[in-house]
C-alpha cells in the first residue's frame, strides 16, 4: 500500500517538475525543475522496486536508481557551468560597446 | 564574432509568456493525473527478474543483491555510467576558468581546519566501511564514494590541502575507475567466457577491486564538478576588466 503512495507521489513530482522545466524562466529554476522531475522518477522506481518481495525488494530498479542519482548530480553540475558559461558570454557584446572600437 | 554574440541574453532568460505557463500547467497536470491513474492500474508484478537475480546470487560473489546487480548482472551499465561521470568531468573541466581553486576561496578559518583535521579521519573510515560492506549489505562504491567526494570538497573549503595539485591528481583518479573495469573485464574475457563475465570463485576479489577504483573515480568526479563550478565559467578576452592585458 506504502509503495502505491509513494509511486503516486512520485508521478506528482515528476509532473511539477515537468511543468518548472517548461514554464519557469531563469535557466537555473529549469535546471532545479529538472532534478524535482528526476527526484520524481527515482521515487517511482523505488515504489516500484518495493511491490516485488521474492525474497528481498527487486534490486534491479535501486541499482538504476543508485546509478541514476549520482549522474544527475554530475549532469546538474555540468548544466549550471553551462549556465554560468551562456551569462558569461551573453554579458560580452556590451562590454565589447564599451570598448569602443 | 561568433552566433552566441548575436543572440542578447534576454532572449535567452526572457519570462516565458502567461499562455505558455496556462499551457504546461494544463500538460503537466494532465500527465500528473495520467500517471497517478496508471500507477493505480498496474498489473501484478512480473517477479521474474528478481527471482532470477536470487537464484544466481550466490554466484556473483557478493551477497548484497544490488551490489550484484550493479558489479555483476548489470556490469556493462555500471561501466558506462562511469563513462558518463568522467565525461561530464571532463566537459565541466573544458568549461572552467583555468584558474586555481584557491584564488576562488576566502582564506581557511583556522577552527574550520583545526575541525576538519579531526574529522578527515573518520570520513576516510567512513568511506572504507560503505566500500567493504557493499558485498553483503546496503552500501558499495557510490555510496564511499559521496563520503569520499565530500571528504575533498570540505577538504578544499577549510583548508588549502586540496586546492593545490587537485588538477594535477583528479584526472587521473578519474581514469582510474573506467580503466580497472575495462582491464578486469577484458582480463577476465577467455575461455567461453564473455566480456566482463567474471569466474565464480574469484568474483567476489574482483568487484572489490572494481569498486575501489570506482569509488575513487566517483569521489575524484564530484568533487572536480564542485571545484569546476566554483572556479567559474571561462572568460573570454573580452569579459577582461578595462587595463587589463589588451
Known amino acids: ?101 | 564574432m561568433n552566433g552566441l554574440d548575436d543572440t542578447p541574453a534576454g532572449d535567452v532568460m526572457n519570462a516565458s509568456s502567461p499562455l505558455l505557463r496556462r499551457l504546461a500547467a494544463l500538460a503537466a497536470l494532465a500527465i500528473g493525473a495520467g500517471l497517478a491513474a496508471a500507477v493505480g492500474s498496474l498489473p501484478e508484478p512480473p517477479a521474474a527478474l528478481p527471482r532470477q537475480v536470487a537464484a544466481f546470487l550466490p554466484a556473483s560473489g557478493v551477497r548484497n543483491p544490488v551490489t550484484a546487480v550493479l558489479l555483476n548482472f548489470r556490469s556493462l551499465d555500471t561501466l558506462l555510467e562511469l563513462a558518463v561521470l568522467v565525461l561530464a568531468a571532463t566537459a565541466a573541466r573544458a568549461l572552467s576558468a583555468p584558474r586555481s581553486v584557491a584564488a576562488a576561496l576566502p582564506p581557511p578559518d583556522p577552527v574550520l581546519a583545526a575541525f576538519f583535521r579531526l574529522f578527515a579521519p573518520m570520513a576516510l573510515l567512513v568511506a572504507g566501511y560503505l566500500l567493504w560492506v557493499g558485498a553483503h549489505a546496503p552500501g558499495g562504491a557510490f555510496q564511499a564514494g559521496s563520503v569520499l567526494a565530500a571528504t575533498g570538497v570540505m577538504a578544499a573549503l577549510t583548508t588549502r590541502f586540496a586546492a593545490f595539485g587537485a588538477s594535477r591528481w583528479l584526472p587521473p583518479a578519474l581514469a582510474l575507475g573506467p580503466a580497472v573495469f575495462l582491464a578486469v573485464g577484458v582480463a577476465v574475457a577467455g575461455g567461453g567466457r564473455s566480456f566482463l563475465q567474471y569466474p565464480a570463485a574469484s568474483a567476489g576479489g574482483l568487484i572489490l577491486l572494481i569498486e575501489s577504483a570506482a569509488a575513487l573515480c566517483i569521489a575524484a568526479a564530484l568533487a572536480a564538478l564542485f571545484l569546476e563550478c566554483l572556479q567559474g565559467p571561462l572568460r573570454g578576452p573580452a569579459a577582461d576588466p578595462p587595463g587589463g592585458p589588451r
Open chain 1, 1 to 101: 500500500m506504502s509503495a502505491l503512495l509513494y509511486a503516486v507521489v512520485g508521478a506528482v513530482l515528476f509532473a511539477l517538475g515537468l511543468y518548472g522545466v517548461v514554464a519557469a524562466s531563469p535557466l537555473l529554476r529549469k535546471v532545479l525543475a529538472f532534478n524535482i522531475a528526476g527526484s520524481g522518477v527515482f521515487l517511482f522506481l523505488v515504489a516500484m522496486a518495493d511491490r516485488v518481495r521474492v525474497p528481498f525488494p527487486d534490486p534491479v530498479p535501486q541499482a538504476m536508481v543508485l546509478t541514476g542519482i549520482v549522474v544527475a548530480v554530475s549532469a546538474t553540475a555540468l548544466a549550471l557551468l553551462l549556465i554560468c558559461l551562456l551569462r558569461e558570454l551573453s554579458d560580452r557584446p556590451r562590454e565589447a560597446a564599451d570598448d569602443g572600437h
